[in-house]
């Protein structure tokens, strides 16, 4: 039961009251983000192809394509974050992706870079993985496959 204010209505969070944690913003806002930088570098490669600073154009527009299909799937994952649908396993999954990536970029003389890509992966493990976002989006509350209605 949820404890009322005259001014304020429902002022105590109780499971299915449509109150959306921080965490779960947060986590869409990294997602956001993340899709906001792939489409520039996409954007950024269609330029280089423009202005004529690459090798193999067929090469530049492939990966242009990938940033832009990455940036579309990380706003997808942001949007469904937002709207408390469970893409728990996909979010942790691509937060996980990012350890290797700063692994490379510290063996590529960048620590600083990766040292932050390892941040950016446990930012997003741990926002994605807190309490109050699995209770959201009702992540484990499901039955097991096949002990369906």
Not at 24 to 39: E, H, Q, S, V
Not at 95 to 101: D, H, K, N, S
Not at 123 to 141: D, H, N, Y
């Amino acid at each position: 039961m949820n404890e009322t204010d005259p001014d304020m209505g429902a002022v105590t969070e109780t499971p299915g009251s449509g109150d959306r944690p921080w965490t779960l913003t947060a986590a869409a806002i990294l997602f956001w983000l993340l899709a906001t930088g792939l489409a520039a570098a996409g954007v950024w490669g269609l330029a280089q192809i423009v202005m004529g600073q690459v090798d193999t154009v067929g090469g530049a527009i492939g990966v242009a394509v990938v940033a832009f299909l990455g940036a579309l799937y990380y706003w997808y994952l942001g949007r469904r974050l937002l709207r408390a649908e469970d893409a728990i396993a996909q979010t942790v999954f691509q937060g996980l992706l990012w350890l290797p990536v700063g692994y490379y970029l510290r063996e590529a003389a960048h620590p600083v870079i990766g040292i932050a890509a390892w941040a950016l992966a446990a930012a997003i493990i741990g926002l994605v993985l807190s309490g109050p976002t699995r209770r959201a989006v009702g992540f484990g509350e499901r039955k097991p496959f096949g002990q369906g209605d």
